[in-house]
């Protein structure tokens, strides 16, 4: 009997274990989404002819999945260290004639924000001494300069690219369906047009959405599918998070949660290879784990600068000591843009990664 009862024990207490083991195995057995679609990113490079539910299934992917998968794709497509930091200067501040929900720069919201004159040259010419300053160490007195001017003409993107532009900045803001919901003094063809003729100038295109602004996660998929259905990939996809200001109608909106910025930001970084993934407003309410997990679904941009237009944002400090502490590396200005394609790009960043 001494010897009986041991045995019933040992029996009686593994098959429990047994049985999770078994239901563990039967969990994991089907790929998601993101793994399939993204070892397709990574044998085949960018691909513009995403379908709008293989968006939708690679961000309803488990969430660590997705993660785990976006930064399976940064590694290939990127160098994953690097991050670009770009700063915001405001030349001109409030009086827009447009009625942006989200914005306090609009003339039609009382949000206590005073209009202010253009800046002059000179002052304009300081300023940009101080920027040069964060960035001397990267590539000298040599910067990317990227402008955010609202809807352009043909000739207009023409004569940026002339002056020397680098970069146009002109968010798409949600899907086409939402947008109405947030703006009715442009329509989202008007929008589109604008990246047509940027991208046809040759300057490259920065252009992204902000999330929070009350819209369904089927119009987070849409804007997503736009960006990367677009005759080429935006070579920047900035993903803002609302910062809801007072006076404007969004003012009450609940703040975006780190995880639904993971999922825009994997998503992104799966279906768009190349593209500059960078992580924008909204970015001063995360910790640095949390910035930390965003980084490694994908993005590799950040604003510097305790400011976003209006807007507060993160200490230039801390970001300082964020890279220090995450192994980050400041990603060298590239002055010359649109010199090789997408596929010689992603093949080069895939073999030095």
Request: proline share 5%.
């Amino acid at each position: 009997m001494f010897l009986v009862r041991p045995i019933f024990r040992r029996t009686h207490q593994l098959t429990p274990s047994i049985g999770f083991l078994q239901s563990c195995h039967g969990y994991s057995s089907s790929p998601s989404a993101a793994a399939i679609q993204a070892e397709r990113t990574i044998k085949e490079g960018p691909r513009n002819d995403w379908t709008r539910p293989e968006v939708k299934s690679i961000y309803d992917s488990p969430i660590l999945d997705l993660l785990f998968h976006g930064a399976q794709v940064h590694r290939h497509a990127q160098n994953f260290r690097e991050v670009q930091q770009c700063t915001l200067l405001s030349v001109k501040t409030g009086g827009c004639s447009e009625d942006c929900s989200y914005c306090p720069q609009s003339s039609r919201y009382d949000t206590g924000l005073k209009s202010q004159r253009l800046m002059n040259k000179d002052a304009v010419i300081e300023a940009a001494k101080k920027i040069l300053e964060y960035v001397k160490e990267i590539r000298g007195m040599g910067m990317e300069v990227c402008c955010t001017l609202g809807m352009l003409e043909k000739q207009q993107a023409v004569e940026l690219k002339q002056a020397g532009l680098t970069a146009y900045n002109h968010n798409l803001d949600t899907s086409r369906e939402y947008y109405p919901n947030i703006i009715t003094t442009r329509t989202y063809d008007e929008r589109l047009k604008t990246l047509e003729f940027v991208r046809d100038a040759g300057i490259n295109v920065c252009s992204g959405g902000i999330i929070g602004l009350g819209e369904a996660e089927e119009d987070r998929v849409g804007l997503l599918h736009t960006l990367s259905t677009l005759p080429s990939h935006p070579e920047s996809v900035p993903i803002n998070a609302l910062v809801a200001v007072k006076g404007t109608p969004l003012e009450d909106q609940k703040p975006v949660e780190i995880w639904e910025m993971i999922r825009m930001i994997a998503t992104a970084r799966i279906i768009m290879p190349k593209a500059m993934v960078r992580l924008s407003a909204g970015r001063v309410r995360f910790s640095m784990p949390e910035q930390a997990l965003c980084f490694l679904a994908g993005a590799n941009s950040i604003f510097t600068g305790e400011k976003l237009l209006t807007t507060p944002n993160n200490d230039f400090d801390a970001d300082q000591l964020m890279f220090k502490l995450l192994g980050l590396i400041p990603k060298a200005p590239s002055l010359d843009a649109h010199e090789t394609s997408d596929t010689e790009n992603y093949k080069e960043a895939a073999s030095s990664s």
